[in-house]
């Protein structure tokens, strides 16, 4: 029974140390697809990021299709919370 405690609390212990990540920013990375969702075509719209004075990071200086037409530019968001979900069809 001791030895079955044991082997438990190694597994438990190696899972919960691979849950633990050692990227301190998972957000840096490059983005190269389209968002989906409607609702961030209506923010298309919003003004440019010259006009509102933010900085825009070089990762977000692109411009992306939307699935309903037309397309994106993601600085002009720059400075608001945006949440993107870029998918594949592979």
């Not at 983005?31 to 075509?41: D, K, L, N, V």
């Amino acid at each position: 029974m001791i030895r079955r405690a044991t082997i438990v609390a190694v597994a438990a212990s190696i899972a919960l140390a691979a849950c633990g990540g050692s990227d301190p920013d998972p957000v840096a990375s490059p983005a190269t697809a389209a968002p989906t969702s409607p609702a961030t075509s209506a923010a298309s719209d919003a003004p440019t990021s010259e006009s509102s004075g933010a900085v825009v990071p070089a990762a977000l200086d692109f411009s992306a299709p939307l699935l309903g037409g037309g397309s994106i530019e993601l600085g002009a968001l720059a400075g608001r919370p945006v949440l993107l979900w870029f998918w594949a069809p592979w």
